[in-house]
């Protein structure tokens, strides 16, 4: 068994003396109490650090974070270069135009209409584009029939991670091309451009293209951030340990990590030092799933062995939970495990063991800080609501008392006629108002998204409802954030408590109405 030379990281922080690490955090510490609003970690579910033994990461968009704009547009270029190599795809498709601004996380293709498509908490779509172009309300509903959709068959396709963006953005780009009018390319159905796109794509993450690309030049993709390097010191602190568990392999993982932490603080050394068990290959979410031996790989990443259990200390490929809480041998409840894929991280170990999670949501310090700017005018989206809710409830209320009313006089029974039309004309007046803030109402919502997305309005609201992204986050994500190195902020044993959890009952204010 070949172990690297190391001493867990813990015994680093608390205490080797000289190694540079425990002053650089405590200088760290001594200058940042306060954090940013953006930088904030937010709780869907109470967590004691304190119970907290084991914190284990995702690497990919979780601890390395990338330069977006230029790892699309490899991607992107990439995948058009191999749909003409390998798929027969006409050398004119090298005009799609490159767009990162239009795909984000949580939306949908589908494979059958050519769309792109948001759909809502209770899987209505109500907002979806063919190409570049927004359908309206009456190609929505010849298409999706204001019914819920089945988002897990095979017509839909999710963009769940950082990763698939390009993936979305080209799809809309080359069904753009097939449609238009004037286009002279030949290309196959929607259905088939999907999976050529999904077979260049995966060709270009699974065949090397990309990565060799990063690992060529990591400093133009990836970005080295010390504040992540403190976040993993502050919680190691009290003898925590960490574990590094990824779907990248060994030579990715380890030039990657190479890149971001080698060095990065004084006395750190080798990003191994970071970590006390390095599990990668791990195929999430089948890990979470399946009975897999480990690897245990050298310092080189050969393989050396098999085993059940991991050691710690080492480096592994493949693997399963069950072998690795075997080693851990405390309830699984224990570990947080923080990742940015809201299915493979977070959905899948929630669902498949007692793990705490946490998740990295990029986003969300843009919808933060766009939230904070437009405050006035969420108020007053709030209030328009507020008073439509009102208003419907008195315009049904008197559409009730008015037919009952006619039916009365229309049976003969003898009752004065004159309130009735007082009523009628309160009925119609109050029907107006309500048409009037109905449209008020839609037009601050357009305008508000707009300023959220161009495209697909706010990340985690449609309207007065949630979208399915921020469902999932609310029920599996324990903590969320937008990036790991937020934890240096916080400390070690942190009592991350939930603020408020209200149901509607609370929220609405009743003691107006009193
Ligand atoms: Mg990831």
């Not at 080492?314 to 809201?342: K, T």
């Not at 946490?358 to 919808?367: D, Q």
């Not at 048409?435 to 357009?446: H, I, K, Q, V």
Request: contains cysteine; negative net charge; hydrophobic residues 40%.
């Amino acid at each position: 068994m070949v172990r690297p030379p190391r001493e867990p990281l813990h015994q680093d922080v608390a205490t080797r003396k000289g190694s540079g690490l425990s002053s650089t955090l405590f200088d760290f510490l001594l200058h940042h109490e306060k954090v940013p609003a953006e930088r904030r970690i937010f709780v869907n579910r109470t967590l004691r650090m304190e119970s907290i033994r084991y914190v284990g990461f995702d690497l990919d968009w979780t601890l390395a974070d990338y330069e977006r704009i230029p790892l699309e547009r490899l991607t992107f270029e990439l995948a058009v270069e191999r749909l003409i190599v390998a798929h027969d795809y006409p050398e004119a498709i090298g005009q799609v135009e490159f767009r990162p601004s239009f795909p984000r996380r949580g939306l949908l293709i589908d494979k059958e209409a050519g769309t792109v498509l948001r759909m809502n908490r209770h899987r209505y779509v109500n907002l979806a584009y063919y190409g570049r172009t927004r359908l309206d309300r009456a190609e929505l509903k010849r298409l999706y029939r204001y019914e819920p959709i089945r988002p897990s068959s095979e017509r839909f396709y999710h963009l769940d991670s950082l990763f698939e963006l390009p993936e979305g953005n080209l799809y809309a780009e080359l069904i753009e091309m097939a449609a238009r009018q004037d286009s002279e390319v030949e290309l196959p159905s929607a259905w088939q451009i999907f999976d050529d796109v999904r077979a260049a794509i995966d060709w270009v993450h699974g065949g090397g293209a990309l990565k060799s690309r990063v690992m060529a030049e990591p400093e133009r993709y990836l970005k080295r951030d010390p504040e992540v390097a403190l976040a993993l010191l502050r919680l190691a602190l009290g003898g925590r340990r960490l574990i590094l568990l990824t779907n990248s392999d060994w030579s990715y993982a380890n030039a990657v990590c190479g890149f971001l932490f080698d060095e990065l603080l004084p006395g750190l050394g080798s990003w191994r030092n970071l970590f006390d068990l390095v599990l990668v290959d791990s195929g999430k979410p089948t890990f979470f799933r399946a009975d897999r031996e480990f690897r245990e790989l050298d310092s080189t990443g050969n393989v050396v062995s098999s085993c059940h259990v991991p050691v710690w200390g080492g480096a592994f490929s493949r693997g399963s939970l069950g072998g690795l809480m075997e080693l851990i041998g405390e309830p699984g409840e224990h570990v947080l495990y923080v990742g940015d894929h809201i299915y493979s991280d977070i959905v899948s170990s929630k669902i498949e063991s007692t793990w705490r999670t946490a998740l990295i949501v990029r986003e969300l310090e843009g919808e933060i800080a766009q939230r904070k700017r437009l405050r006035d005018e969420l108020k007053r989206g709030r209030e328009l609501r507020s008073r439509l809710a009102e208003l419907g409830h008195e315009m049904d209320h008197l559409r009730d008392v008015v037919f009952l009313y006619q039916q009365l006089l229309d049976s003969g029974i003898d009752i004065p006629t004159e309130p009735l039309q007082a009523l009628i004309q309160r009925s119609r007046s109050i029907t107006r108002r309500h048409r009037e803030t109905l449209r008020a109402e839609g037009d601050w919502a357009d305008q508000i998204g707009k300023q959220f997305d161009t495209y697909w309005g706010s990340f985690f609201k449609q309207g007065t409802s949630k979208t399915r992204f921020a469902a999932q986050l609310e029920t599996y994500a324990c903590l969320y954030t937008s990036r790991v190195s937020n934890f240096a902020y916080y400390g070690s044993n942190r009592y991350f408590r939930v603020v408020q959890d209200p149901m509607m009952h609370e929220i609405v204010d009743l003691a107006n109405e009193e």
